[in-house]
């Protein structure tokens, strides 16, 4: 993750110039079957998205650009929900997304991951939830290579991962309590953070 924006750079340039084409021909089968699986979402949590989050603009033109969603998405998850690890479950045929979002208004990785997600779909970009351990740079502080590192239940974590045109998956942190924790992809430098679906949406 460290180095995707310099592999981005190359990877877009080695496609210019015609060195991938073998490359660019499966990628693009891919690419098709992530826009029909991973785009998905119920059309009651679309209208909820649609009135907190505003327009996603025209779907048929393409999708929102990354580097605005994963701002918009932050901003509003910063502001309209409290990081807290300690939530009561749901039972019933209440939505977790919903809420997470209009209800509790609290809740941990597996929530913002969540809800990130299925916003990343409402603005038109293939996202997927993702659950796994973190191990952090404070996890191996003092390590040398050959130490053993202790994985614990306290490593667990959930995150979001989009996915980005020509290139494929890259995570994205939206949980605010592990925002800076690890490096993340740069998405406004040395890659078309547009890529080749993007269109306008209008600020809120």
Do not use: C
Request: aromatic share 12%.
């Amino acid at each position: 993750v460290r180095q995707f924006t310099d592999l981005a750079a190359r990877s877009y340039q080695m496609l210019t110039e015609g060195k991938a084409d073998t490359y660019r021909q499966e990628e693009s089968y891919y690419n098709s079957w992530v826009y029909r699986q991973d785009t998905m979402i119920p059309a009651d949590l679309a209208s909820l998205f649609e009135k907190e989050l505003g327009s996603a603009g025209v779907k048929e033109k393409g999708h929102v650009d990354y580097a605005t969603a994963v701002r918009r998405i932050r901003e509003y998850l910063k502001s309209a929900v409290t990081y807290q690890t300690d939530v009561q479950p749901l039972f019933g045929s209440t939505d977790v997304t919903a809420e997470f979002l209009t209800g509790s208004r609290e809740g941990y990785s597996i929530h913002y991951a969540t809800a990130a997600a299925l916003m990343f779909r409402y603005y038109g970009i293939p996202s997927r939830y993702v659950e796994g351990y973190l191990i952090t740079p404070e996890d191996v502080k003092g390590k040398q290579a050959g130490d053993t590192v202790t994985v614990s239940g306290k490593n667990g974590h959930a995150w979001t991962e989009i996915y980005v045109d020509g290139l494929g998956w890259v995570p994205a942190e939206m949980t605010p309590a592990y925002e800076q924790v690890m490096e993340e992809a740069d998405l406004n430098v040395g890659l078309e953070a547009g890529g080749s679906r993007t269109t306008e949406i209008p600020e809120p």
